[in-house]
């Protein structure tokens, strides 16, 4: 089955540090997500990508669809405390995104170092 | 708007027992609701789908006698652990989508813990 790849598994960065993450693929996709999960909640979407090639920013956020349809990257600039959490890639298994079943990376986990 | 709620939030029951976790859409109707579980330092892993009105459909290994869910509106799905035991502990978090263009928006998740 379709496998979701992501590096690093872990980060422990100082506050106001550039952070750079990227999931990939077996397989291609035609939708990339990124997501963020907070200690004992659920995941929240920060960014969704449709398109190879497609860089999208969502404040200090960016995040590319890679050309081959199976790598994804994503940038979290000037890091701040409230960006600790672990965050996954995740992908529709088909087209249709909406009501379609979700793979999830293995997710990278962040740490802000006083 | 999109506000996936889920209940309880945390739950502890004895081994043998069944727990019902209740995921709502309070805002919006879902055609299409999806249970994942999470275990700890894991990723999500997706259990079943489920839509209004029909049956459910179970990812392979996922036992659909044992994870009974059912989506009786278009606003609220149910799962169902029966006969739990200990390592059916685990993060149960549920997401709902509008319609086939929109995307999935989860709940806060529900963590079991059997003893």
């Known amino acids: 089955g379709q496998q979701l790849n992501q590096s690093p598994q872990s980060m422990f960065i100082q506050e106001g540090e550039d952070v750079s993450m990227n999931c990939t693929s077996s397989s291609i996709f035609n939708t990339w997500l990124w997501y963020k999960q907070d200690p004992g909640e659920g995941p929240v979407l920060l960014i969704a990508?449709?398109?190879?090639?497609e860089l999208t920013s969502n404040g200090r956020l960016t995040a590319q669809f890679g050309i081959t349809r199976k790598d994804s990257f994503l940038n979290i600039s000037a890091s701040i405390p409230s960006d600790v959490g672990i965050y996954f890639c995740?992908?529709?298994?088909?087209?249709?995104?909406?009501?379609?079943?979700?793979?999830f990376g293995t997710g990278t986990r962040l740490t802000i170092i006083p | 708007g999109a506000v996936v709620s889920q209940h309880p939030s945390w739950v502890i029951c004895k081994s043998g027992t069944s727990v019902k976790i209740e995921c709502r859409s309070l805002?919006?109707?879902?055609?299409?609701m999806f249970w994942y579980r999470q275990f700890p330092k894991q990723s999500l892993m997706l259990m079943a789908t489920?839509?209004?009105?029909?049956?459910?459909?179970?990812e392979q290994g996922v036992e659909k006698d044992k994870f009974l869910i059912n989506h009786a509106s278009l606003t609220l799905s149910t799962l169902t652990v029966t006969s739990a035991h200990p390592e059916d502990s685990s993060f149960y978090i549920c997401?709902?989508?509008?319609?086939?263009?929109?995307?999935?928006?989860f709940g806060p998740g529900t963590r079991l813990t059997v003893l």
């Open positions: 990508l449709y398109k190879a090639g």
């Open positions: 489920s839509n209004e009105g029909s049956k459910a459909t179970y």
């Open positions: 805002d919006f109707q879902a055609t299409t």
């Open positions: 995740a992908g529709p298994r088909g087209t249709n995104f909406g009501n379609e079943k979700l793979t």
């Open positions: 997401s709902a989508s509008l319609d086939s263009t929109d995307t999935q928006y």
